[in-house]
């Protein structure tokens, strides 16, 4: 069974760090594009960051840039997102997802969810005092 399985998620103060992880079970993570996704409360689900298939390309929206950071290690079959100067207009549930068919090489579309075949469960990050 294909599955996707989030964690690391939680309550962190404004200015604090968090690493989302984002583990695969059933396939390999490496041969797909992995995005990360956030739905805030009210709000439609956005585009967050994402990662080539090859794991070369990596984009992220504006409003994260220069503050989180996507890896993937092959070895673990799982994609992490490092998350630092957290805002509390991060607060949302964030999902990873997983394409076997988009770019190899590049990462242009991070807000498109267009070619995102497997899903998680999510994960609540809570950006509080």
């Known amino acids: 069974q294909l599955q996707l399985v989030e964690s690391g998620g939680g309550l962190v103060q404004p200015g604090g760090s968090l690493r989302l992880s984002c583990a695969a079970s059933g396939f390999k993570l490496a041969y797909y594009a992995i995005g990360w996704f956030r739905q805030a409360p009210g709000k439609e689900r956005e585009g967050v960051s994402c990662i080539s298939r090859s794991g070369e390309g990596t984009n992220y929206a504006d409003n994260v840039k220069g503050r989180f950071t996507i890896s993937r290690d092959s070895a673990q079959n799982t994609v992490y997102l490092e998350m630092h100067s957290l805002k509390p207009e991060d607060t949302a549930v964030y999902y990873c997802?997983?394409?076997?068919?988009?770019?190899?090489?590049?990462?242009?579309?991070?807000?498109?969810?267009?070619?995102?075949?497997?899903w998680g469960q999510g994960t609540q990050v809570t950006v509080s005092s």
């Open positions: 997802a997983a394409g076997g068919r988009l770019e190899y090489y590049s990462c242009s579309g991070v807000e498109s969810e267009v070619g995102y075949d497997y």
